[in-house]
């Protein structure tokens, strides 16, 4: 009788522990990305410049890369329950205070801290996974990774709460987000104490993973389709308000529109890499982006042509329409391939999955704080909006390229371990 009631107590546990932390991690992702929107009328009010615009969205984006390591690692000794509350708690003092923040240097130092929000990821991925079967492992993490929506939830409810209260209201609304979710954590989460990495696996021997090249190239995929994804989820609300002339509501709104598949499909990333592999997926993956960058890449360009009929002029660019249907598209394709680098990582580092994701996340925040940064500068040197989209173009472009050369041949059981260089 034991023996047929465990199953179903573990599989209890398993789920509760999977929306218990994805719920935590939405929290988390929208407070991280909370400079999106919050940092539009700190443009206005501060009088910033791209460039520091650019600074001021990718803040916390740094810290919460930096931190993935460490906490990934803190994850596989003390196991992910621990973990994961102490960085929701962590974030509620720095949030509330930023409502009485007054200068640049005030809100970048509070950024930092508030930034610790997204080291969650590199918590929750391996303290989610070890619940699961490996066959089951994908659409877990991938589930758990949908947690990525927080971004869309703060395009929807924060403009909001900026129009209805002020700028000063929404640190402190996301405050008490936080806090309440640590509590609702620990009520719904589980600890299994064989979840945790060994004693004997100290700190020199999980850093002994970076000599794997496979790490390298995850890290690689990661930074374009993660990085990529934070980038724009930062910088798109505030290119539909100068590009399109939108008020921040719709700009918001239609920002969503990229955001939310970005982040709510990222599951079905995770299925896609369980029934078809990692590499295939990851693969297609990229052509898409490619082609959508190419797309999304040309400027807006009146042009004069001379005719036997004398001059004839035309417009080429992109309206507001088909830029958010090709927004989509791409939105859709990141997610799927967020979760097919992650499957890689499930198969191939299954006893170190919190260091190895740690050290992948670091790579992907990496890319996602240096990119608003970048394109505040390209924006400021050549006054082209589009020239967000040349830079992720040329990502992706090496991207197809050391995966192409990465492999004596495609990998058909969808792990790295086939046809490696």
């Not at 969205?57 to 973990?83: K, N, Q, Y």
């Not at 390298?216 to 100068?242: D, H, K, N, P």
């Not at 004069?304 to 309206?319: A, E, K, M, R």
């Not at 329409?321 to 090709?326: D, N």
Request: aromatic letters at 14%.
């Amino acid at each position: 009788m034991s023996s047929s009631v465990a199953p179903a107590s573990v599989s209890r546990k398993a789920l509760s522990v999977l929306f218990a932390s994805t719920f935590a991690f939405i929290a988390c992702f929208a407070a991280w990305t909370m400079f999106s929107i919050l940092g539009v009328p700190l443009k206005a009010e501060l009088d910033l410049s791209e460039t520091q615009f650019g600074l001021l969205i990718a803040t916390p984006v740094l810290t919460g890369a930096l931190v993935r390591v460490p906490l990934g690692m803190l994850t596989d000794r003390f196991g992910g329950r621990l973990v994961f509350v102490s960085v929701l708690l962590a974030c509620v003092l720095p949030l509330y205070l930023m409502s009485y923040a007054t200068s640049y240097g005030q809100f970048l130092v509070l950024a930092l801290f508030v930034g610790l929000a997204g080291g969650a990821f590199s918590v929750g991925t391996p303290y989610v996974a070890r619940w699961f079967a490996p066959e089951r492992r994908g659409f877990a993490m991938g589930v758990f990774g949908a947690g990525d929506s927080g971004a869309a939830l703060n395009m929807f409810v924060a403009p909001l709460i900026i129009g209805a209260f002020g700028w000063t209201m929404l640190p402190r609304v996301y405050a008490a987000l936080m806090l309440g979710t640590a509590v609702l954590f620990l009520i719904f989460s589980h600890t299994n104490p064989a979840h945790r990495a060994s004693s004997a696996t100290g700190l020199r021997e999980q850093l002994a993973l970076l000599k794997s090249p496979r790490v390298w190239r995850y890290c690689q995929y990661y930074s374009v389709v993660f990085g990529g994804y934070v980038g724009l989820a930062l910088w798109i609300t505030e290119y539909y308000v100068a590009e399109y002339g939108f008020d921040l509501t719709l700009a918001a709104f239609l920002a969503m529109v990229f955001s939310l598949p970005a982040g709510a499909l990222r599951a079905l990333g995770g299925w896609f890499a369980d029934r078809y592999g990692a590499y295939p997926v990851t693969w297609w993956v990229m052509w898409v982006c490619w082609v959508c960058f190419f797309l999304l890449s040309y400027p807006q360009t009146q042009m004069t042509i001379q005719t036997v009929d004398g001059p004839v002029s035309l417009h080429i660019g992109l309206n507001s329409t088909l830029f958010t249907i090709l927004l989509f598209v791409v939105g859709v394709a990141m997610a799927i391939g967020k979760a097919s680098v992650f499957k890689f990582i499930s198969d191939d580092f299954a006893d170190n999955i919190g260091a190895v994701s740690g050290v992948v996340g670091l790579a992907g925040g990496l890319g996602g704080f240096i990119l608003p940064i970048l394109f505040g500068v390209l924006l400021d040197v050549t006054g082209v909006y589009s020239s967000a989209f040349m830079l992720l173009y040329g990502t992706v472009c090496v991207s197809l390229v050391f995966m192409h050369y990465s492999y004596q041949r495609a990998p058909r059981a969808g792990t790295e371990r086939a046809g490696v260089v």
